[in-house]
């Protein structure tokens, strides 16, 4: 085995892994929401502030923050939010307060938001640009089978210890993961290595693109073609995703009757289909998107959007039906958002500046996560007000607008290519 193929091979099993854990700290508390409400009389809308406390760091501090992994290292700075958001979460069960569990929680949300772009640059700076997508959509299962084991551990350890110790072992294997990540995570620089196929280029010193983007600001960043389309598209995108993963338990428990124990683990299908969906997308755009990766994902948004749909109207049918249609929602919503989060803002951004990957990513996805941080209390308050059914009549208005915000990016994208091959067609 050559050094370079080694090290890619141990860049995408730890990063894999560790990013992975991550939801284990994420999952439990959408597990328990039914216990925090019986045993210590919190309120739906109490309940959905316990989401923003996670969430909203989780996106702010992507963007505040971004510049962090440009300047101390993805190893370094993957590797340290590991560790404190495990110490955040390790004593979470000691305690039955509303404002120390918001505490607790902001304090691992912030640890946690820069975890997806660190593990981004570290993983994506091994590999040659022409299988990325492909290499990431694999990658990009971590995030789902990082979900479902995270539901699964919080439903066994719910059902065997109690509610209160769903948290403890998971954050001691993020701590340990951390570690592992500040001894091995090692980017291309620190090992002299040299990957090949990856792509150089950078604006030429001196020019106006050079002088604005050295030191990029957010405003900069955002003002790049097809990255507020981009950033747009996946807040719609998670606002959704995180919806099934935070309600989608107590949705089947209350709303469709299933058994407390069977709605933690049947609203995995979700995930298990955004498990497939991330695996498979992505060499599905190497493969018949080549060059047109932001028009394969607006019609898989597009398939996804015509899953929430079916569910809905077929949610009575009983469980073959929501399998099915849960599968397919995940399926073609989880391929989207890695890529959106991943690969796509990193190819665009790399045209100006390769140094301000990371910066870009943390935009992106920190303003996506945006939409994660304030659908705790707007899905409290419809399904409050509503019915669970308002819940879903949300997320398809908003998975419809990210299908239109992608392909709108896309319509931008083939106007910028046309441009450039009218350009060169003049010059030759």
């Not at 050079?210 to 957010?218: A, G, H």
């Not at 665009?348 to 992106?364: F, I, M, P, Q, R």
């Not at 392909?407 to 003049?426: E, K, L, M, P, T």
Request: aromatic fraction near 14%.
């Amino acid at each position: 085995m050559s050094s370079l193929r080694f090290h890619q091979i141990k860049a995408f099993a730890l990063g894999w892994l560790a990013y992975a854990s991550t939801y284990f700290l994420r999952k439990p508390l959408g597990v328990i929401k039914a216990d925090l409400q019986r045993d210590l009389s919190f309120s739906t809308s109490q309940l959905g502030f316990l989401d923003t406390a996670l969430l909203l760091p989780y996106a702010v501090m992507q963007m505040i923050l971004g510049p962090l992994g440009d300047k101390f290292g993805a190893r370094k700075t993957f590797g340290f939010c590991l560790v404190l958001s495990g110490m955040s979460m390790v004593f979470f069960g000691n305690f039955s307060n509303f404002f120390v569990f918001f505490a607790l929680l902001f304090l691992n949300g912030t640890a946690q938001s820069q975890c997806w772009p660190n593990c981004t640059k570290g993983l994506l700076c091994w590999f040659s640009d022409s299988v990325r997508n492909s290499v990431f959509g694999m990658f990009g299962t971590c995030a789902f089978a990082g979900g479902i084991m995270g539901t699964m551990i919080a439903v066994y350890v719910q059902a065997n210890q109690g509610w209160q110790n769903v948290y403890f072992w998971p954050s001691i294997f993020v701590m340990v993961m951390g570690v592992l990540v500040l001894m091995m995570f090692q980017q291309p620089d620190e090992v002299q290595a040299e990957v090949p196929g990856k792509n150089s280029a950078s604006p030429t010193k001196g020019t106006a693109a050079d002088d604005s983007m050295e030191k990029p600001r957010m405003i900069d960043l955002w003002r790049l073609p097809m990255i507020p389309e981009v950033s747009f598209a996946v807040f719609c995108i998670k606002v959704v995703r995180y919806c099934m993963y935070m309600w989608l338990p107590m949705f089947l428990l209350q709303s469709l009757n299933y058994s407390q124990s069977m709605a933690g683990i049947f609203s995995t299908v979700f995930e298990i289909g955004g498990v497939t969906g991330s695996a498979l997308i992505g060499f599905a755009l190497d493969k018949f998107y080549q060059g047109q990766t932001l028009r394969g994902i607006t019609m898989f948004v597009l398939i996804s959007t015509l899953g929430l749909v079916f569910f809905i109207l077929t949610s009575s049918w009983g469980v073959l039906f929501n399998s099915v249609f849960l599968f397919i929602a995940g399926a073609f919503n989880a391929g989207p958002d890695i890529l959106l989060c991943g690969t796509v803002p990193t190819e665009l951004v790399e045209k100006h500046n390769k140094n301000a990957a990371v910066a870009t990513v943390g935009l992106v996805n920190g303003f996506g996560s945006i939409g994660t941080c304030i659908e705790g209390p707007i899905i409290g308050f419809v399904a409050a007000y509503t019915g669970w059914s308002g819940m879903f009549y949300l997320m398809i208005i908003l998975s419809a607008m990210g299908t239109l915000s992608t392909y709108r990016a896309a319509s931008i994208h083939a106007r910028v290519n046309q441009s450039a091959a009218d350009f060169i067609g003049n010059i030759a």
